[in-house]
């Protein structure tokens, strides 16, 4: 136990530095010396999340889960992974806002706004994001959920005004760089968004 433990510290420290295969190495050495480690498998699938492996990040969060880890610590993460197989409908089924830590709740509440968004129910996903802003106002998550209702909408003008509400909680925002480069995809202005697309792309490849 004690060597599976410091395996996991190990991957910790990869994972804060964002090597996230290194991390996935020390995770599997400490899933080989104890099979039953729980941070170990939450940190395994939010791992293979950063690296694109969704199929078995779900496979890792749910075993956790029915393993008795604490569902707060993986319904963010296991929601993530079917949001991201197209997984809409399970994803609504399943990962319901229920009171929890408003942290928590806030990440419940944007992923079924996402999947509502992908079903076309976009009166549905705004409301879900208003609810995330009302628990974390500071949080640019739900504001750029917001823009992107409003995109849907062709209103790209307010669209704009809430991803600069956004970037200015989170400067460094992926998504936020990806708002602008949509907005101006859908002003017609290619170039730009190419731009603003790659820079989305450098802070999160």
Known sequence: AQSAAESYEKAQIRFNAKDYPAAIIHLKNALQEDPGHLPSRILMGQSLIHVGDVINAEKYLTSALASGADEEQVVVLLGSSYLMQGKYGQLLEEIRSSGRA?????????????????????????????????????????ILGLATVEMRRGRLDEAENLVNRAQKLAPDSAEAFFAWGEIQRLRGEPEQAADLFSKSLDLNP
Do not use: K
């Open 102 to 142: 408003t942290d928590v709740e806030v990440g419940v509440l944007v992923l079924r706004a996402h999947a509502q968004l992908q079903t076309g129910d976009i009166d549905a996903a705004e409301i879900s994001f208003q609810r995330a802003q009302r628990l974390l106002p500071q949080d640019a998550d739900p």
